[in-house]
């Protein structure tokens, strides 16, 4: 027995050598992630990898648990200002057994306070397609024959590890997309978020919630308390269903971010109770219109304005027009003063967007002693009109109005009187054939009359 005992005190002496030089070795890894130097070393193999400039205000890491960072920011890469991320805090937890199953599994993975701007340059390019690219290396002037050439390798390397983030959370978070020229096309503020993710086989899937306080598109529509259950895959970002409100009325949809393999967005979102005045005083826009809104549009694009492509229709009811710029011109050729301030059961509209135009196939304005119905586009780089447009008043609506301009209307079979007119040019000094058409007409009358004093 005691051959056994010595060999069994030799093992536990040995397996206890083991676990000591072990945690010693643990032990000085641990101080060496904590020290300046390997802070150094990681924020500069960061800037290599990510080819941006990267900085820390605090470091505080730990081989056994994670890291925690205060003051992050990823600057944007070369031809591109300012930041792309800023953050006041970004924590990671992790476990580390796993580790020996080829499996990450991080516990938490949490950004406080984050500031993320994208930006699109003169050439279409996203400052986000610059972060990780590298310079390929330069060709060779001669190639080799095909038999001194090594085999070929796949340009996709699978990552060597399965990898699970229990949490992902963002608070207090704001996103900015801007366009081309500096335009902001959307902005994000009160962004929190909150998600279960997994990386297995170069395949990335994952879901969560989102909400956020508000939504300012092309800083003219504002979408507030917006909320949705998100999915997120490689490719792209989906949120459905989306719940929030707008000017105190109720928005419901999906949107869908496309960031592989070129950036793309789409909307299809329904609007219910919108206050139109609300709507244009939060744009910062003339007050024309009144009314209640209800929307279903349908959108898509790559970039600014010019790149969105889309469709969907528009109704108003019991609101009011003000001082509308075609209106005004209309009155004051036709000498109908109760088109300034014309109040309307129902305005509608049917649209399809392409190419910055707006194509309006048709439009229908219905009120007690008025209707207007028509088509025509608007170029949306400049808000000017090309419409064809019929207007038609109730039967004795224009008995006040003079003889010669009666006369241009053609009557129906209802008794209503009708007159089809064209409308062109900019939204706020809009240009119609109808003043020709009064001339022509009154000039006519003025030989007709002349012509009776004649013959008599």
């Not at 960031?259 to 609007?271: E, G, H, I, M, R």
């Not at 900019?426 to 007409?441: C, M």
Request: proline share 5%; aromatic share 6%.
């Amino acid at each position: 027995m005691k051959p056994l005992k010595l060999i069994l005190m030799i093992v536990a002496g040995l397996a206890a050598v083991v676990i000591v030089l072990a945690g010693a070795g643990l032990y000085v890894a641990n101080r060496y992630v904590q020290s300046p130097a390997f802070e150094e070393r990681l924020l500069a193999t960061a800037r290599e990898e990510l080819g941006a400039d990267v900085r820390l205000a605090e470091f505080h890491p730990s081989l056994f648990s994670g890291v925690t960072l205060r003051g992050v920011t990823i600057g944007n890469p070369t031809n591109f200002p300012g930041n792309l991320v800023t953050a006041d805090s970004f924590v990671l937890r992790y476990r580390l057994l796993p580790l020996l199953r080829r499996r990450v599994e991080i516990e938490r993975l949490s950004l406080d306070k984050p500031v993320i701007t994208l930006l699109q340059n003169d050439t279409g390019q996203w400052n986000y397609e610059g972060i990780g690219a590298k310079e390929s290396a330069p060709k060779p002037q001669a190639a080799k024959p095909l038999a001194e050439t090594a085999p070929a390798v796949k340009s996709e390397t699978a990552v060597p590890f399965d990898v699970v983030l229990s949490k992902l959370a963002i608070t207090h978070g704001a996103v900015s997309l801007v366009g081309e020229g500096s335009k902001p096309l959307v902005n994000i503020d009160g962004l929190d978020f909150a998600s279960s993710l997994s990386f297995t086989g170069n395949k990335l899937g994952g879901t969560g919630h989102a909400s956020l306080d508000k939504v300012a598109v092309a800083e003219s529509l504002f979408v507030r308390k917006l909320a949705a259950p998100v999915l997120l895959t490689t490719n792209q970002i989906k949120l459905a269903p989306l719940s929030g409100k707008i000017a105190d009325g109720t928005v419901t949809g999906d949107a869908t971010l496309e960031l592989l393999p070129a950036f793309k967005y789409a909307a299809n979102v329904q609007v219910a109770g919108g206050d139109v005045a609300k709507l244009l005083a939060e744009a910062g826009r003339k007050q024309v219109i009144t009314g209640k809104l209800e929307m279903a549009v349908s959108l898509e694009g790559t970039g600014g304005l010019p790149t969105i492509a889309g469709h969907g229709h528009a109704k108003i009811t019991d609101g009011q027009l003000m001082q509308f710029p075609v209106l005004n011109l209309v009155a004051s050729l036709l000498q109908i003063d109760e088109l300034r301030n014309l109040k309307f059961s129902e305005c509608s509209v049917e649209f399809v967007v392409t190419n910055n135009v707006m194509e309006t196939p048709a439009i229908r304005l219905v009120s007690p002693q008025v209707q207007i119905t028509g088509n025509g586009a608007v170029a949306l780089n400049d808000y000017s009109l090309n419409h064809n447009l019929t207007i038609a008043f109730a039967p004795g609506a224009l008995s006040h109005v003079p003889k010669e301009i009666r006369n241009l209307f053609t009557q129906r079979q209802d008794g209503s009187l009708a007159l089809d007119f064209r409308v062109w040019g900019p939204y706020n000094a809009p240009k119609t054939d109808l003043q020709n058409r009064l001339v022509k007409g009154a000039a006519e009358q003025l030989l007709e009359k002349g012509l009776q004093k004649f013959l008599k």
